[in-house]
Protein backbone atom coordinates (compact mmCIF):
# COMPACT_ATOMS: atom_id res chain seq x y z
CA UNK A 1 0.00 0.00 0.00
CA UNK A 2 1.03 3.30 -0.85
CA UNK A 3 1.93 5.60 1.61
CA UNK A 4 -0.19 8.25 3.12
CA UNK A 5 0.12 11.91 1.53
CA UNK A 6 -0.33 14.38 4.15
CA UNK A 7 -0.85 17.98 3.75
CA UNK A 8 -0.33 19.75 7.02
CA UNK A 9 -2.47 23.45 7.22
CA UNK A 10 -1.28 25.51 10.19
CA UNK A 11 -0.67 29.33 10.17
CA UNK A 12 2.00 29.23 12.79
CA UNK A 13 5.65 28.39 11.55
CA UNK A 14 6.99 26.83 13.99
CA UNK A 15 4.02 24.67 14.91
CA UNK A 16 3.71 24.03 10.96
CA UNK A 17 7.58 22.80 11.28
CA UNK A 18 7.02 20.29 14.28
CA UNK A 19 4.02 19.21 12.75
CA UNK A 20 5.41 17.94 9.36
CA UNK A 21 8.00 16.58 11.29
CA UNK A 22 5.86 14.38 13.24
CA UNK A 23 4.56 13.30 9.54
CA UNK A 24 8.27 12.12 8.99
CA UNK A 25 8.62 10.28 11.56
CA UNK A 26 5.37 7.72 11.31
CA UNK A 27 5.50 4.83 8.76
CA UNK A 28 3.11 4.81 6.01
CA UNK A 29 3.08 8.48 5.98
CA UNK A 30 4.82 11.26 3.71
CA UNK A 31 4.53 15.38 3.66
CA UNK A 32 2.59 16.44 1.18
CA UNK A 33 3.37 20.03 1.91
CA UNK A 34 2.50 22.75 4.48
CA UNK A 35 0.09 25.50 3.68
CA UNK A 36 -0.28 28.54 6.30
CA UNK A 37 -3.43 29.97 4.62
CA UNK A 38 -6.64 28.60 3.83
CA UNK A 39 -6.72 29.97 0.30
CA UNK A 40 -3.27 28.67 -0.14
CA UNK A 41 -4.48 25.24 0.95
CA UNK A 42 -6.77 24.94 -1.70
CA UNK A 43 -4.52 25.86 -4.27
CA UNK A 44 -2.21 22.62 -2.83
CA UNK A 45 -5.92 20.55 -3.08
CA UNK A 46 -6.68 21.55 -6.12
CA UNK A 47 -3.54 21.03 -7.71
CA UNK A 48 -3.50 17.62 -6.29
CA UNK A 49 -6.90 16.77 -7.39
CA UNK A 50 -5.91 17.84 -10.85
CA UNK A 51 -3.04 15.90 -11.36
CA UNK A 52 -4.98 12.59 -9.87
CA UNK A 53 -7.92 13.09 -12.71
CA UNK A 54 -8.17 9.95 -15.65
CA UNK A 55 -6.77 11.15 -18.74
CA UNK A 56 -4.92 14.29 -16.99
CA UNK A 57 -2.00 15.53 -18.99
CA UNK A 58 1.24 14.81 -17.63
CA UNK A 59 3.03 18.04 -16.25
CA UNK A 60 6.81 18.94 -14.68
CA UNK A 61 5.12 20.20 -11.62
CA UNK A 62 2.43 18.29 -11.44
CA UNK A 63 1.84 17.21 -7.79
CA UNK A 64 0.54 13.48 -6.55
CA UNK A 65 -3.07 13.28 -4.78
CA UNK A 66 -3.06 14.19 -1.56
CA UNK A 67 -5.10 12.20 1.01
CA UNK A 68 -5.12 13.76 4.57
CA UNK A 69 -5.44 17.22 6.09
CA UNK A 70 -4.23 17.91 9.31
CA UNK A 71 -6.35 21.08 9.52
CA UNK A 72 -5.60 24.11 12.16
CA UNK A 73 -9.44 25.38 13.24
CA UNK A 74 -7.90 28.96 13.64
CA UNK A 75 -6.18 29.95 10.24
CA UNK A 76 -5.66 34.18 9.33
CA UNK A 77 -7.73 34.02 5.80
CA UNK A 78 -10.88 31.71 7.58
CA UNK A 79 -11.41 29.40 9.76
CA UNK A 80 -10.64 25.21 9.82
CA UNK A 81 -14.61 24.76 9.65
CA UNK A 82 -15.62 27.23 6.73
CA UNK A 83 -12.25 25.48 4.62
CA UNK A 84 -13.86 22.34 4.72
CA UNK A 85 -17.26 23.33 3.91
CA UNK A 86 -15.62 25.04 0.54
CA UNK A 87 -14.03 21.91 0.23
CA UNK A 88 -17.13 19.95 0.37
CA UNK A 89 -19.08 22.18 -1.43
CA UNK A 90 -16.17 21.75 -4.06
CA UNK A 91 -16.30 18.14 -4.12
CA UNK A 92 -13.04 17.58 -2.34
CA UNK A 93 -13.08 14.74 -0.26
CA UNK A 94 -9.93 14.29 1.26
CA UNK A 95 -10.26 13.25 5.18
CA UNK A 96 -9.45 15.45 7.81
CA UNK A 97 -8.30 15.14 11.04
CA UNK A 98 -8.40 18.96 13.26
CA UNK A 99 -5.53 19.55 14.93
CA UNK A 100 -6.24 22.78 17.38
CA UNK A 101 -7.03 24.31 21.00
CA UNK A 102 -10.41 24.99 19.90
CA UNK A 103 -12.42 22.99 22.50
CA UNK A 104 -15.76 24.92 22.21
CA UNK A 105 -18.97 22.66 21.32
CA UNK A 106 -20.23 23.79 18.66
CA UNK A 107 -16.94 23.40 16.62
CA UNK A 108 -16.42 19.92 17.62
CA UNK A 109 -19.81 19.11 16.37
CA UNK A 110 -19.53 21.37 13.17
CA UNK A 111 -16.52 19.18 12.49
CA UNK A 112 -18.19 16.02 13.02
CA UNK A 113 -20.79 17.24 10.69
CA UNK A 114 -18.23 18.02 7.66
CA UNK A 115 -16.91 14.53 8.33
CA UNK A 116 -13.90 15.31 9.83
CA UNK A 117 -12.45 11.67 10.97
CA UNK A 118 -10.11 12.77 14.54
CA UNK A 119 -9.73 15.97 16.52
CA UNK A 120 -6.46 16.47 18.36
CA UNK A 121 -6.34 18.97 20.96
CA UNK A 122 -3.31 21.15 21.74
CA UNK A 123 -0.97 21.04 23.01
CA UNK A 124 -0.18 17.32 22.58
CA UNK A 125 2.79 14.99 22.81
CA UNK A 126 3.86 13.06 20.01
CA UNK A 127 2.77 9.39 21.45
CA UNK A 128 -0.95 10.91 21.48
CA UNK A 129 -0.31 12.49 17.67
CA UNK A 130 1.35 9.15 16.33
CA UNK A 131 -1.84 6.72 18.40
CA UNK A 132 -4.36 9.13 16.70
CA UNK A 133 -2.41 8.71 13.00
CA UNK A 134 -1.96 5.06 13.66
CA UNK A 135 -5.56 4.79 13.97
CA UNK A 136 -6.21 6.72 10.78
CA UNK A 137 -3.92 4.80 8.85
CA UNK A 138 -5.70 1.57 10.42
CA UNK A 139 -8.85 2.90 9.15
CA UNK A 140 -7.75 3.74 5.89
CA UNK A 141 -5.74 0.46 4.99
CA UNK A 142 -9.19 -1.19 5.85
CA UNK A 143 -10.98 0.51 3.14
CA UNK A 144 -8.24 0.61 0.34
CA UNK A 145 -10.54 -1.88 -1.36
CA UNK A 146 -13.22 -0.53 -3.69
CA UNK A 147 -15.44 -2.74 -2.15
CA UNK A 148 -16.50 -4.08 1.67
CA UNK A 149 -17.00 -8.04 2.10
CA UNK A 150 -19.72 -7.28 5.03
CA UNK A 151 -21.16 -6.09 8.02
CA UNK A 152 -18.13 -6.95 10.21
CA UNK A 153 -15.77 -5.23 8.05
CA UNK A 154 -17.45 -1.97 7.86
CA UNK A 155 -17.68 -2.20 11.82
CA UNK A 156 -13.98 -2.61 12.52
CA UNK A 157 -12.98 -0.12 10.12
CA UNK A 158 -14.76 2.74 11.92
CA UNK A 159 -13.64 0.88 15.16
CA UNK A 160 -10.44 1.63 14.26
CA UNK A 161 -10.90 5.40 14.53
CA UNK A 162 -11.73 5.14 17.96
CA UNK A 163 -8.19 5.20 19.47
CA UNK A 164 -7.77 5.33 23.23
CA UNK A 165 -6.46 8.27 24.32
CA UNK A 166 -3.91 7.46 27.01
CA UNK A 167 -6.98 8.97 29.93
CA UNK A 168 -9.50 6.07 28.24
CA UNK A 169 -6.32 3.32 28.51
CA UNK A 170 -7.40 0.49 30.52
CA UNK A 171 -5.62 0.68 33.91
CA UNK A 172 -1.63 0.06 33.44
CA UNK A 173 -1.62 0.98 29.79
CA UNK A 174 -0.08 4.41 28.63
CA UNK A 175 -0.59 5.78 25.09
CA UNK A 176 3.13 6.22 24.23
CA UNK A 177 3.70 1.96 24.59
CA UNK A 178 0.21 1.85 23.02
CA UNK A 179 1.71 3.65 20.15
CA UNK A 180 4.89 2.17 20.21
CA UNK A 181 3.07 -1.80 19.89
CA UNK A 182 1.25 -0.08 17.31
CA UNK A 183 5.00 0.54 14.88
CA UNK A 184 6.39 -2.30 15.96
CA UNK A 185 3.50 -4.35 14.52
CA UNK A 186 2.74 -2.40 11.55
CA UNK A 187 6.97 -3.43 10.92
CA UNK A 188 6.41 -6.50 11.00
CA UNK A 189 3.29 -7.27 8.67
CA UNK A 190 2.82 -9.36 7.11
CA UNK A 191 3.81 -12.24 9.79
CA UNK A 192 2.39 -11.70 13.01
CA UNK A 193 3.80 -11.05 16.63
CA UNK A 194 3.16 -13.72 19.74
CA UNK A 195 2.88 -11.66 23.06
CA UNK A 196 6.39 -13.11 24.11
CA UNK A 197 8.13 -11.38 20.40
CA UNK A 198 6.30 -8.79 21.35
CA UNK A 199 7.64 -8.00 24.65
CA UNK A 200 11.04 -8.70 23.60
CA UNK A 201 11.75 -6.40 21.08
CA UNK A 202 10.22 -3.58 23.29
CA UNK A 203 11.30 -5.11 26.93
CA UNK A 204 7.83 -5.31 28.43
CA UNK A 205 6.84 -8.48 29.71
CA UNK A 206 4.65 -11.12 28.53
CA UNK A 207 1.67 -10.26 30.46
CA UNK A 208 2.36 -6.73 29.73
CA UNK A 209 2.74 -7.42 26.27
CA UNK A 210 -0.25 -9.32 25.88
CA UNK A 211 -2.71 -6.73 27.47
CA UNK A 212 -1.44 -4.46 24.94
CA UNK A 213 -2.32 -6.64 21.89
CA UNK A 214 -5.58 -7.82 23.09
CA UNK A 215 -6.40 -4.12 23.81
CA UNK A 216 -5.64 -3.76 19.81
CA UNK A 217 -7.59 -6.40 18.81
CA UNK A 218 -10.74 -5.12 21.03
CA UNK A 219 -10.72 -1.75 19.46
CA UNK A 220 -10.51 -3.47 15.86
CA UNK A 221 -7.13 -2.24 15.48
CA UNK A 222 -5.62 -5.62 15.30
CA UNK A 223 -6.76 -9.17 14.78
CA UNK A 224 -5.79 -12.54 16.60
CA UNK A 225 -4.79 -15.74 15.02
CA UNK A 226 -3.05 -18.87 15.96
CA UNK A 227 -0.10 -20.33 14.98
CA UNK A 228 0.60 -24.04 14.46
CA UNK A 229 4.08 -25.95 13.85
CA UNK A 230 5.61 -25.84 16.67
CA UNK A 231 5.15 -28.91 19.26
CA UNK A 232 2.72 -28.62 21.76
CA UNK A 233 -0.28 -26.16 22.09
CA UNK A 234 -0.30 -23.64 19.30
CA UNK A 235 0.37 -20.11 20.09
CA UNK A 236 -1.68 -16.92 19.96
CA UNK A 237 -0.38 -14.53 17.64
CA UNK A 238 -1.23 -10.88 16.46
CA UNK A 239 -1.41 -9.06 13.41
CA UNK A 240 -1.97 -5.26 12.14
CA UNK A 241 -5.51 -5.15 11.24
CA UNK A 242 -5.72 -4.82 7.05
CA UNK A 243 -2.17 -5.95 6.62
Same mark, same amino acid.
Given at each position: MSAIRVLVVEDEPLTAEAHAAYVGRLEGFELAGVAHTGSAAIRALRAAAGAAQPGAAPSDDAQPGIDLILLDVNLPDTTGIELCRHLRASGIETDVIAVTAVRDAAVVRSAVS???????????????????????????????????????????????????? %? %??????????????????????????????????? #?? #?????????????????????????????????????? %??
Open positions: LGIVQYLIKPFTFASFAEKLGAYRDYHSRLADSVVTDQSEIDSSFAALRSSS %G %GDLPKGLTAATLGQVREVLRGAAPAGLSATELGAR #LS #LSRVTARRYLEHLTDTGAAVRGQRYGAPGRPEVEYRAA %GR
